[in-house]
T-cell receptor
Framework: DQQVKQNSPSLSVQEGRISILNCDYT??????FLWYKKYPAEGPTFLIS???IKDKNEDGRFTVFLNKSAKHLSLHIVPSQPGDSAVYFC???????????WGAGTKLIIKP | DAGITQSPRYKITETGRQVTLMCHQT?????MFWYRQDLGHGLRLIYY???????DKGEVPDGYVVSRSKTENFPLTLESATRSQTSVYFC???????????????FGPGTRLTVL
């Protein structure tokens, strides 16, 4: 039973354009949602988070949107840069108990 | 080195052997975690620890043992390795969050384990 789903295994975007990565979840009790970025042969690194009581959080080129009624969140990267090519994981946490539930990841490829 | 380190980075072993993966962090974070990552899955939590001598099971604990005698170390042992335990293993650490906030988890570089 996958509580956090990333249905697109990969996404290819032109440099300078907007990248939109999507994530769906099934558990309405999640408190926080997070995006992590992972390069090959490295561990994931935290990118941005959003509380379940918010609908938007912005940090530089990265914005996360949360639609609670649809149980959907998305990560927007504007403008996309070559260094953004990586695997992006969506994750959720419940009750601040530190147990992250992860999606399967989306591989983002930024084309020059 | 400051941060979180894992050793070995790569390991090949045989079915039935005991294997220990090491994790060391220099931040004195109270929380530490072990995950495995398999193709088609996100990271899945194996075990976590809230402090020295306190450990708890995650989503996929079967076949694994952990200990935490010191805050900075959190070894993961496969007592009798099986082929299904071939995976990439990540260790992470975090400091406690206050109230309803969340503190990010910092990850090590991973250990790629192959069980033949």
């Amino acid at each position: 039973d996958q509580q956090v789903k990333q249905n697109s295994p990969s996404l290819s975007v032109q440099e300078g354009r907007i990248s939109i990565l999507n994530c769906d979840y099934t558990n309405s009790m999640f408190d926080y949602f997070l995006w992590y970025k992972k390069y090959p042969a490295e561990g994931p690194t935290f990118l941005i988070s959003i509380s379940s009581i918010k609908d938007k959080n912005e940090d530089g080129r990265f914005t996360v949107f949360l639609n609670k009624s649809a149980k959907h969140l998305s990560l927007h990267i504007v403008p996309s840069q070559p260094g953004d090519s990586a695997v992006y994981f969506c994750a959720a946490i419940k009750d601040s108990n530190y147990q992250l539930i992860w999606g399967a990841g989306t591989k983002l490829i930024i084309k020059p | 080195d400051a941060g979180i380190t894992q050793s070995p980075r790569y390991k090949i072993t045989e079915t039935g052997r005991q294997v220990t993966l090491m994790c060391h962090q220099t931040w004195s974070h109270s929380y530490m975690f072990w995950y495995r990552q398999d193709l088609g899955h996100g990271l899945r939590l194996i075990y976590y620890s809230a402090a020295a001598d306190i450990t708890d099971k995650g989503e996929v604990p079967d076949g694994y043992v952990v200990s935490r005698s010191k805050t900075e170390n959190f070894p993961l042992t496969l007592e009798s390795a099986t082929r299904s335990q071939t995976s990439v293993y990540f260790c992470a650490s975090s400091s406690p969050a206050g109230g309803l906030s969340y503190n990010e988890q910092f990850f090590g570089p991973g250990t790629r384990l192959t069980v033949l």
